[in-house]
């Protein structure tokens, strides 16, 4: 996959069959903390006037549109655009007007983008294990009110399988849930699975009528590679991301 490094703003263009319809993808950072990095949380450890610094270098490459933050507490919360007030509580945003990017923040957890070939309607999606369980991904294609068979989605870097080790009470959590699951997590050491959020989130996908072809995923760990923020490998230092998607016009 081909990166971009604008001098002025780093990020990851989606690499998927909408790309040409869409601005869309995840930012990156040439230093993984917190206070050094490219760093786009005001709720983390860092200065507020180098967040809104971050935000505005970011925003250029929209200049004409509102970017649309939420307040994300790893709910079912999907927003509609038209119905976005600055700081509302949720995780997934939908929009049907290119003047309004719906934008999410991630440190490891599943960035999810999803639109149609259209372009008649689009939607970002933070997805962490808390969302995953609650079924975020199906609740926000609900909201996006069209056919998922005409939906594409795009599954931007996050904590991969072989970083992401949980116990298990998660492990029960998930295969309760479902027991096909299952094969998203390999037994560790004793007590203890390796988790695949992503493969979680594309089974949600298709689970939701999104045909498998129009899955696309990017492979990259935000774990592993330290163009990303990574909370469970940096804690309280790790900056977050920003995952967004808007049409191209």
Do not use: K
């Not at 860092?46 to 250029?60: C, I, K, N, T, W």
């Not at 009110?145 to 399988?161: D, N, T, Y």
């Not at 699975?193 to 298709?206: G, K, S, T």
């Amino acid at each position: 996959m081909q990166a971009l490094f604008p001098a002025e703003i780093p990020w990851l263009p989606a690499d998927w069959p909408l790309a040409d319809r869409f601005v869309a993808g995840t930012s990156m950072t040439d230093n993984p903390l917190v206070t050094q990095g490219f760093n786009l949380a005001r709720h983390v450890a860092d200065e507020p006037s180098r967040v809104e610094a971050a935000r505005a270098r970011l925003a250029a490459l929209l200049p004409e549109a509102r970017w649309l933050w939420l307040s994300q507490v790893h709910s079912a919360t999907v927003w509609q655009a038209v119905d976005y007030q600055a700081g509302v509580e949720g995780d997934a945003l939908v929009s049907r007007e290119a003047a309004r990017v719906p934008v999410v923040m991630t440190a490891d957890c599943v960035p999810v983008l999803l639109a149609d070939r259209n372009a008649t309607v689009w939607a970002a999606v933070h997805a962490g294990w808390p969302g995953l369980h609650r079924d975020i991904i199906a609740a926000t294609v609900a909201a996006m009110a069209v056919a998922p068979a005409s939906l594409f989605a795009w599954i931007g870097p996050c904590i991969r399988q072989e970083n992401y080790e949980v116990d298990a009470p998660f492990f029960q959590r998930f295969v309760e849930a479902d027991g096909r699951y299952a094969t998203a997590f390999v037994a560790n050491r004793p007590g203890h699975w390796l988790a695949d959020l992503p493969a979680i989130a594309r089974m949600q996908l298709q689970e939701a009528g999104l045909p498998a072809a129009q899955i696309s995923d990017c492979g990259l760990c935000s774990f592993a590679d330290s163009r990303f923020f990574s909370h469970r490998r940096n804690g309280a230092q790790a900056g977050r991301m920003a995952t967004f998607i808007a049409p191209r016009l």
